[in-house]
C-alpha cells in the first residue's frame, strides 16, 4: 500500500528536472507593460517571504541567524494582523485549541535561531511517556525518552506561543526586514537574457527584464520585486497556484475535531487511540489542561461540534476509556521472553503495564473542525521560486508531524541559501534550489507514504487485519531495535524508518 503512495506522490524525485516557466502569456508585451507601471519607489529585496506564519517566520529567523544569510534584505508577506504586534498573548488567556507537537530536531531547531527562550516564556508542555493502543483491546505499545537516552519525546505548543515566539525572535536582531500587510495577487518572472553591464547600477527594471528578479503585486496596489520568492502560504498556497506547480493527493473523507480540556491533576504522557473511526489524542499543555485531537466522518464531527459540553466531555471519557472495546492486558514476564531472540537489550518501557489516560472533568476552550487531506507538490521549486511547508506537503495528523517537517523544510533551505552565498551563487538559480529539492522532497514523501499507510490500515475493521495490527503493537512494544528506531525517526534523528511510525 506505501509502495502505491509513493509511487504517485514520488514523481521525478531522483531525475528532478528543470522546468523553465514564465508567468506571463506573452514575454514581450509583459516586458512594455511592467517596465511603463515600474516606479523609483517600487521595493527590491533578496528574499520575498510569502507567508508569515509559524513556517515562513522560522526561514526568516533562521536566515537572520547565520553569518551568511544575516545581511539579506527580506520581505515579509501576509495580511496577519498580529504580525504587526510585538507581544499578543495574554498569560491569563486560556490555552488556545491549535497546538503543535513539536519534536526534539525542532527544538533544537529553534534554540539554534535563538526562539526557544521565548517560547519557555509561555505555556509548553514536555513529556518523557507515550502511549498508543486499539480499540479491539489485542495490543498497546508504551514508550520513554530513557529507552534511547533522552530526556523528552518532544513537547506540545500552541501554535500562537510558537509564532510569537518566532516574531519575537526576528524582532530582538539587526536584520533588513520588511513586513506587508498585504496579500500576493500576481507573479511575473521573465526568462534571463544578456548579463547586467560590470560598470553601472542596474535598476530594479533592467534587472527584472533580464530575468533576475521575480515581481510580485500586492493586494495593497504595491509592487516588490525578490531574487528569491519562498511560498510559505499554505495549503491553499497562492504562491504555487502562480507559479503551476501541479500537486497530487486526495482528502480521507475525514474531519478532525479539535479543543482544549481540563483534568484535575496534570498530564505528563501524550496518549493515542485507534479508535473504528480514527484515531484520538490526548496531548498534555500544562497546568492541568490537555489538547484533544480526534478524527471522524464529518457527520460525527459536526455533531460532537455541537453538542452540549457536559455530552462531550462523557463521549470523550467513553473513547478514551473502556468505550469501543476493552483496554489491553498487559503481558506476563514470561511472555515477554517470546521475543528475546529479536529484542536486544530491553527497553525500560517494555516493563511498563498499560494504564488508563487521566479523566476529562471539563471542556476548556471551542470546539474547533477541520476537514483532513494529503497534498503534495510534484515540484518544490523553480527558478526563483520555492515551496516550504503546507505549501509543498500537507499530511494526516495523525503523527503531529506536519509543521515538524515545514520546520525541517525551513532549516534546509536556509543552510542551501548559506551555501549558495558562499561560493557566489544566485541564490534564485534552479540549480541551488534543487539541493533543497532533492534533499528534502524524499525525506518528506517516506513520512507521507508512513502516515498514509497507517491511516489506511486503521480504516479498517476486518478480524485477521486486527490480529496483524495487534502483532505489530506488540513488536513495537518488545522489540528494543525497532522502538528505538521508531521514536528516532520521530523524533526527526534519523531519516529511513523501519515500517512503523511513532504516533503522537
Known sequence: ?????????????????????????????????IKQSFTNNDDQYDVAVVGGGMVGMALACSLASM????????????????????????????????????????????????????????RHAYFDKMQVWDYTGLGYTKYNARDVNKEILGCVV???????????CMQNTEFRKTIYPSRLTSMALLPSSSSISVDSTPSATTLFTKGHLAKLDLSDGKSLYAKLVVGADGGKSRVRELAGFKTTGWSYSQNAIICTVEHNKENYCAWQRFLPGGPIALLPIGDNFSNIVWTMNPKDA?????????????????????????????ISSGSVDMFSWFRGDATLSAKECFEVPPRVVKLASERMVFPLSLKHANNYVSKRVVLIGDAAHTVHPLAGQGVNLGFGDASTLSRIIAEGIAVGADIGEVSLLKKYEAERKPANIVMMAVLDGFQKAYSVDFGPLNVLRAAAFHGAQYISPLKRNIISYASGEQRLPLPLPLFT
Open 158 to 168: 500552541e501554535n500562537k506561543v510558537l509564532h510569537s515566539s518566532l516574531l519575537s
Open 67 to 122: 553569518p551568511l544569510t544575516k545581511h539579506l534584505s527580506v520581505a515579509i508577506i501576509d495580511s496577519n494582523p498580529a504580525l504587526g504586534k510585538s507581544n499578543f498573548i495574554k498569560k491569563e488567556d486560556p490555552p488556545d485549541p491549535r497546538v503543535s507537537t513539536v519534536t526534539p530536531a525542532t527544538i533544537s531547531f529553534f534554540k539554534e535561531i535563538g526562539a526557544w527562550q521565548y517560547v519557555q516564556q509561555h
Open 1 to 33: 500500500m506505501n509502495r502505491i503512495i509513493v509511487g504517485r506522490l514520488s514523481v521525478n524525485v531522483s531525475g528532478l528536472r528543470v522546468v523553465q516557466r514564465s508567468f506571463c502569456s506573452s514575454v514581450a508585451e509583459k516586458e512594455s507593460e
Open 302 to 330: 459536526s455533531d460532537c461540534k455541537s453538542m452540549n459540553e457536559d455530552d462531550f466531555v462523557k463521549i470523550l471519557n467513553h473513547a478514551l476509556d473502556y468505550g469501543y472495546g476493552p483496554h489491553p492486558k498487559s
